[in-house]
């Protein structure tokens, strides 16, 4: 399991951007593309290489007034699943 203490980064050659032909946001990766959902944008738009999982979810508890201990997990198996795809690190 990750710590909240860990400090997620994009993997190399990984972009996250907003896409004007899709109207969405985007992950790209080498040969790969990722549409991540509303949710997980408001994650991945925190993801910066400085902030940790604790204060990614801090923030957005904050930002949406929930459960600090919802949001976590939810950053938390996010950024876990995306580190399996090897979009990003920790």
Known sequence: MTGEDAVPRFGAGVKFRFDEVRGAWV????????????????????????????????????????SRDLVLTDVSDLLKDLAGKGVIGL
């Open 27 to 66: 992950l790209l990766a080498p040969e790969r593309l990722f549409q991540p959902d509303e949710i997980a944008v408001d994650i991945l738009q925190l993801v910066d290489g400085v902030r940790t999982i604790a204060m990614i979810a801090d923030t957005l508890a904050a930002r949406f007034e929930a």
